[in-house]
């Protein structure tokens, strides 16, 4: 059974400081998505990556996908209180479309 | 686009009720629709693949009996918690895959169940 393991599991941190959340997996992904999800909500998908060695930034969000499509990591610039949430990774298990959730970054920016 | 929704939002029911939950794709078609679990402070739990106009299929350790599926269009799936206890008392949230043959979900905003 893979495994999806996100680390930190929780993180508190002043308003404009720089952090990296990762994702890593027990084999290789097919492709991982990055899901942010606030309290009472559903999650919202931030980014697909399929490719290994793969970058992709969103505003303030730099994903980045292992060479060897068994790890990605999420780095936010200069977070804002408006990045407060839950960080989920999640991949497709092949053939089935079936998602395997991460464990969880559970981000907190201080004002 | 790719709106989900779910209704309701919040629910509360006795113990021994039973508790229907509706997901709805409002602009597309969702062949496939999955049903998660989540328990406070923890993450995301796959429960079932509904796929429409065939019967659902669940984790293992998922009671088919218990949390009855019904996907009777493509655009709506149905989640029925039957006898509910209050161990049953979680975040549900539903997604719906599109378009056909990509891995992209997009959920919906989930549903509250408190039993009490």
């Known amino acids: 059974t893979q495994l999806l393991e996100q680390s930190p599991q929780f993180l508190s941190i002043q308003e404009g400081e720089n952090l990296t959340v990762y994702c890593n997996s027990s084999s290789v992904f097919s492709s991982l998505q990055w899901y942010r999800q606030e309290p009472g909500e559903g999650p919202v998908l931030l980014v697909t990556v399929v490719t290994g060695g793969e970058v992709k930034k969103l505003k303030r969000l730099t994903f980045q996908f292992g060479d060897a499509r068994k790890d990605s990591s999420l780095h936010i610039t200069a977070a804002q209180p408006g990045d407060t949430g839950l960080y989920l990774c999640?991949?497709?298990?092949?053939?089935?479309?079936?998602?395997?959730f991460g464990t969880g970054t559970r981000l907190k920016v201080l004002a | 686009g790719a709106v989900v929704s779910q209704h309701p939002s919040r629910v509360i029911c006795k113990s021994g009720t039973s508790v229907k939950i509706e997901c709805r794709s409002l602009?597309?078609?969702?062949?496939?629709m999955f049903w998660y679990r989540q328990f406070p402070k923890q993450s995301l739990m796959l429960m079932a693949t509904s796929n429409e106009g065939s019967k659902a299929t669940y984790e293992q350790g998922v009671e088919k009996d218990k949390f009855l599926i019904n996907h009777a269009s493509l655009t709506l799936s149905t989640l029925t918690v039957t006898s509910a206890h209050p161990e049953d008392s979680s975040f549900y949230i539903c997604?719906?895959?599109?378009?056909?043959?990509?891995?992209?979900?997009?959920f919906g905003p989930g549903t509250r169940l408190t039993v009490l």
């Open positions: 997604s719906g895959q599109a378009p056909v043959g990509t891995d992209t979900q997009y």
């Open positions: 999640a991949e497709a298990t092949s053939g089935t479309y079936k998602y395997i």
């Open positions: 602009d597309f078609q969702a062949t496939t």
